[in-house]
């Protein structure tokens, strides 16, 4: 099992107070228009550096990377961070377009961001629901996405299979998706959205000791009018119970087959990730990653790696980025 420290002595990353610094305050948000979006973003560093992508999850926003981004402008880097569809500051432009978070619309989302920084190539990092659309960005576009980071391990959904139950002890962490399945739970995410996602964090890193002023940064992205629509709708689409958009219904067959993953990608994975507990090993990771360099089971992190290992999170992608 790799640890932080033992990763940082083999990587030789001198991290520092900046990080530190960095958490505690608020940075400058840009807007950008897609097609589709106006996505609010953080722009750090250069515009000449080479530009990386990082990517949040749910629930969560884009101060999860406050601790990541440091070593990476002081690299040369230019990082961009950008709230995904339904949180924060980003914008549906269409005030009648459906309010959809299936996996096929949020990996888009990252390349039509991409067309409108004008980035022709850049790396990116994610986990949750930025994970997958990293890592759906990386498998259908390898010629934009030069490397990746991804916390969890590969993360692309078959939103077509037929449901199947998994064991007792691997589906009763997943509670808040059947919850989201019914209009109860939409109700109740609507309504109590604010101990709801802070309870998911408890659960999901129980040995993260985060603080009520942490949470709060972020839970102000979550009073977003399109947060509740896009959530549920991401979760009744994964199992069956709500459409998609036309318009992505090839890419979502394409994503069905468990694209591989082939640009150069590491895996970081909490030991104590209160959804899935990783194994030490994994032979799928090695099968649908033919370009992974390494794979991470961190002790002592949970699910949300980058606010939990944000030393080991940057590193992991310098390491991928170094020598041009």
């Keep these: 099992m790799t640890t932080r420290r033992t990763f ?39 515009r000449q550096g080479f530009p990386i992508i990082l990517l949040h999850g749910f629930p969560d926003d884009a101060r999860a990377f406050d601790g990541v981004v440091p070593p990476l402008v ?3 880097h230019r990082v961009l961070v950008p709230y995904l569809r339904g949180y924060g500051p980003t914008r549906f432009r269409d005030p009648k377009a459906p309010r959809m978070g299936e996996q096929a619309a ?29 890592g759906i960005a990386a498998a259908l576009h390898p010629d934009r996405v030069r490397a990746a980071v991804l916390a969890g391990g590969y993360p692309i959904q078959d939103a077509y299979a037929k449901p199947e139950p998994a064991a007792p002890e691997t589906e009763y962490p997943l509670w808040y998706q059947w919850y ?46 399109d947060f ?18 036309p318009r992505f219904e090839a890419v979502e067959r394409q994503l069905s087959k468990s694209p591989k993953i082939t640009v150069p990608t590491i895996i970081l ?37 980058p606010r939990e290992a944000p030393e080991v999170f940057a590193k992991a992608l310098l390491e991928l980025l170094a020598g041009g």
């Design 74 to 76: 002081r690299a040369g």
């Design 180 to 225: 989201f399945q019914t209009e109860r739970g939409r109700a109740g995410l609507a309504a109590n959205r604010y101990n709801f996602c802070r309870l998911l964090w408890k659960l999901w890193s129980p040995t993260w000791k985060f603080t009520e002023e942490t949470y709060k940064r972020t839970a102000a992205s979550f009073d977003n009018p």
């Design 269 to 305: 994975a909490g030991a104590d990730d209160g959804i899935r507990r990783p194994p030490q090993d994994s032979p799928s990771d090695r099968s649908l990653f033919p370009a992974l360099k390494a794979r991470h089971v961190l002790a002592g992190v949970g699910h949300f790696v």
């Design 106 to 134: 949020i990996g888009q989302d990252v390349i039509d961001l991409a067309d409108a920084l004008k980035l022709q190539r850049f790396a990116v990092g994610g986990f949750d629901w930025g994970g997958r659309a990293a």
């Design 228 to 245: 509740v629509d896009v959530v549920i709708h991401s979760y009744r689409h994964r199992h069956g119970n709500a459409p998609g958009e």
């Design 8 to 46: 940082l002595k083999n990587t030789g990353l001198a991290y520092g107070a900046l990080a530190g610094l960095a958490r505690a305050q608020a940075p400058a948000i840009s807007m950008v228009q897609t097609p589709l979006l106006n996505i609010g973003y953080h722009d750090n560093g250069s």
